[in-house]
């Protein structure tokens, strides 16, 4: 929510009666993963159509009409909470792809999603959307706003054991920019491609570390370093206005001895992503995580052919690499795991006085 939104406020009351009641009539089946305990909602079936030729000119037009809200019906409490994640999937943009999706959150849609991807990719083999041995990869294929991704979905005896995030190319846009805050002093921060656009800087900088007991710190100097850096030239996309904007700040630290499970020959390392307007990724953040190899890569900190080990704020753990250099950046793909962990039906009582729910925080 933005800071305008104080607790118990209602935002979808701004929306007026006519929102409700066009929410009133729909009924929303969802599947629910998780990866790496960041969750990720599925919205299989629409209940109206979304214009556009491409994915990325859907998420312009479903930023306002029935598809926001529908986001808000589904990410507000009492259906979600703040730190709910989802996608609706829609049309690829040609037959080259199995599916398109949009990402939502509780402040609108997003451009990426590394950890959805890799939902995206468990849930189609799990429905029989893309067919898959019982042993081997499938590879799906999913058309997203910032270009076309992968998830290479490896099966054993039937269960699915990883899947594979290839993303789009990722890049370093701009080192060292000098931001103030209000609380945190100067910062120097990296500004990183990876489908979306990240502000990244060592946890220590802010006096922080990548830790539950400091999230509150971290989810406000997240806030303060994105506010620092609107509008600033490092802030657009080269070719696509539409791309424009940090999306997030990820602040990340090095994993000692006993810091977790990293293999042998490994750069480990702990992040946290604090997107949006304050949500905090439990996963290690698939895009991100790619932003963060690219930026490892070119300063040499990750080795040619080095396997990062990522972990999370919860120490959940993602595995990249480079796999491939061009001139648009480096092609990263992110290994990890995703879990259903249920199926809904989602209503909206015509006199419910909540409407389309709120946010706490």
């Known amino acids: ?25 729909w009924e929303i089946s969802t599947i629910d993963y998780h990866t790496a305990g960041e969750p990720f909602r599925i919205v299989p079936s629409l209940p109206f159509p979304i214009e556009g030729e491409t994915v990325l000119q859907r998420r312009q037009n479903a930023m306002a009409g029935p598809a926001d809200t529908l986001r808000r019906l589904l990410v507000n409490e009492p259906r979600g909470h703040a730190d709910m994640y989802g996608g609706f999937i829609v049309p690829p943009n040609d037959s080259g792809a ?12 997003s451009t990426a ?7 995206l990719g468990a849930w189609a083999v799990r429905s029989g959307l893309v067919p898959a041995p019982d ?43 000098d931001v103030t805050t209000a609380d945190f002093g100067t910062l120097f921060v990296d500004v990183l491609w990876g489908g979306a656009l990240y502000a990244s800087l060592p946890a220590r900088a802010a006096g922080l570390e990548v830790t539950p007991a400091k ?23 080269p070719t696509e206005p539409r791309l424009d904007g940090i999306y997030g700040t990820i602040f990340h630290e090095e994993v000692g001895p006993g810091g977790g499970p990293a293999r042998t020959g490994a750069l480990a390392q702990r992040n946290v992503t604090i997107f949006a307007d304050g949500q905090v990724d439990r996963s290690p953040c698939g895009s991100g995580t790619a932003a963060r190899v690219a930026s490892l890569s070119a300063s040499g900190e990750l080795a040619d052919g080095q396997v990062l080990d990522h972990f999370s704020i919860i120490d959940s753990h993602f595995t990249a690499r480079v796999v491939a250099v061009g001139e648009a950046g ?13 199926e809904s039906t989602f209503t909206l009582e015509g006199d419910d006085e909540l409407g389309l729910g709120f946010v706490l925080r």
Do not use: Y
């Open 135 to 177: 042993d081997g990869e499938t590879v799906v294929v999913i058309d997203v706003p910032s270009g076309r991704v992968s998830a290479r979905v490896r099966t054993e005896a039937g269960r699915i054991t990883t899947v594979t995030f290839r993303n789009v190319p990722s890049s370093v846009v701009a080192r060292n920019i």
């Open 1 to 25: 929510m933005s800071s305008s939104h104080r607790p118990g406020h209602v935002p979808e009351a701004e929306g007026g009666k006519d929102l409700h009641l066009q929410a009133a009539e």
């Open 330 to 342: 480096v092609v990263v793909e992110v290994t990890g795991k995703a879990f259903p962990v249920g």
């Open 113 to 119: 999603c590394g950890h959805g991807t890799i939902a």
């Open 215 to 237: 999230l509150n710190q971290l989810i406000e100097a997240g806030r303060q370093i994105k506010a620092a850096l609107a509008g600033h030239p490092a802030a657009r996309h």
């Open 98 to 109: 199995h599916l398109g999706v949009l990402f939502w959150h509780k402040d609108g849609f």
